[in-house]
């Protein structure tokens, strides 16, 4: 039996302009569940002017897992980051 190889080539703009809203919001539901994104403003919610970035939204996880994480710091990493915190 012969076997048969295809190969197409979609440009990610065109696939994305050619979904349905419905198929968009699968989709970003997919990458989301996997990883791959982060949403910043609740799903069917439009984003806001006062959205925070992606930048602060990561900014704030890692404050939050220091936090987590501050009984077992060791001490030469607490004092790292008592001597980055004086600077300013």
Do not use: A, H
């Amino acid at each position: 039996m012969p076997e048969f190889e295809t190969y197409v080539d979609v440009d990610v703009d065109e696939y994305w302009n050619i979904c349905s809203k419905r198929e968009k919001d699968e989709l970003i539901d997919l990458i989301e569940d996997e990883g791959w994104v982060k949403r910043t403003v609740k799903k069917g919610e439009k984003p806001s002017s006062n959205s925070p970035s992606i930048l602060e939204i990561e900014w704030d996880e890692m404050c939050s897992k220091l936090n987590g994480l501050r009984l077992r710091i060791q001490p030469s990493d607490e004092e790292i980051i008592k001597q980055i915190l004086s600077k300013y």
